[in-house]
Nanobody
Framework: QVQLVESGGGLVQAGGSLRLSCAAS????????MGWYRQRPGKQRDLVAQ???????NYADSVKGRFTISRDNAKSMVYLQMNSLKPEDTAVYYC?????????WGQGTQVTVSS
């Protein structure tokens, strides 16, 4: 089992920046994928960014050039640096991890971007 805890959400003005962090614990040795999803009000949960062990990050088109995902394997952490934030980035952001068999989710952190 893997447990994920997000932090770093909050309220920011359009054009501002936030950094989300996700701490993984438990069977972290089995994780081969970590990423961030978001769910906007009334919408489905969508992939924002993902990074696989030994692979390159991939991003949703809507965040390319503005968001950067990074992973610190030694600390079992994954980060999402969000720059040039827009009101449409407002959502609950969820950390996700996978081990090839199961998917694990954090509890989510709210990001609100005011115009």
């Amino acid at each position: 089992q893997v447990q994920l805890v997000e932090s770093g959400g909050g309220l920011v003005q359009a054009g501002g920046s936030l950094r989300l962090s996700c701490a993984a614990s438990g069977s972290v040795f089995a994780i081969n994928r970590m990423g961030w999803y978001r769910q906007r009000p009334g919408k489905q949960r969508d992939l924002v960014a993902q990074i696989r062990t030994g692979g390159s990050p991939n991003y949703a088109d809507s965040v390319k050039g503005r968001f950067t995902i990074s992973r610190d394997n030694a600390k079992s952490m994954v980060y999402l640096q969000m720059n040039s934030l827009k009101p449409e980035d407002t959502a609950v952001y969820y950390c996700e991890a996978g081990d090839g068999f199961l998917d694990y989710w954090g509890q989510g952190t709210q990001v609100t971007v005011s115009s």
